[in-house]
Nanobody, 125 residues
């Protein structure tokens, strides 16, 4: 079974940084996408960033995080990282990583078939 393990969340002051990790396991297909999504208090789940496994030079960001967050991947470890800088209180959310078998799924939530358990990010003002 496909499993996704997200980690790295925590409590940070506004302006600070965190790095989230998502490690995938339990599958053999070589092309896929890993996406990060978040759900803040009282909000719908929204896309944050995504990266295809076979095109690490292709990255997707929502407008709210572009320029502050950076996604990267280590395919040998099947791990994707989300470096979050200049964090704002509005970034507070549970962050989920997800896997799509479509290699260019981008930020389309409906393309993602497998979801991790989420990691809490809290940014204090």
């Amino acid at each position: 079974d496909v499993q996704l393990q997200a980690s790295g969340g925590g409590l940070v002051q506004a302006g600070g940084s965190l790095r989230l990790s998502c490690t995938a396991s339990g599958f053999t297909f070589n092309e896929y996408s890993i996406g990060w999504f978040r759900q803040g208090p009282g909000k719908d789940r929204e896309a944050v960033s995504a990266i295809p496994s076979n095109r690490p030079d292709v990255t997707y960001y929502s407008t709210s995080v572009k320029g502050r967050f950076t996604i990267s991947s280590d395919n040998a470890k099947k791990t994707v990282y989300l470096q979050m800088n200049h964090l704002k209180p509005e970034d507070t959310a549970v962050y989920y990583c997800a896997l799509a078998t479509a290699p260019l799924a981008g930020l389309w939530r409906g393309e993602y078939d497998y979801w991790g358990q989420g990691t809490q990010v809290t940014v204090s003002s």
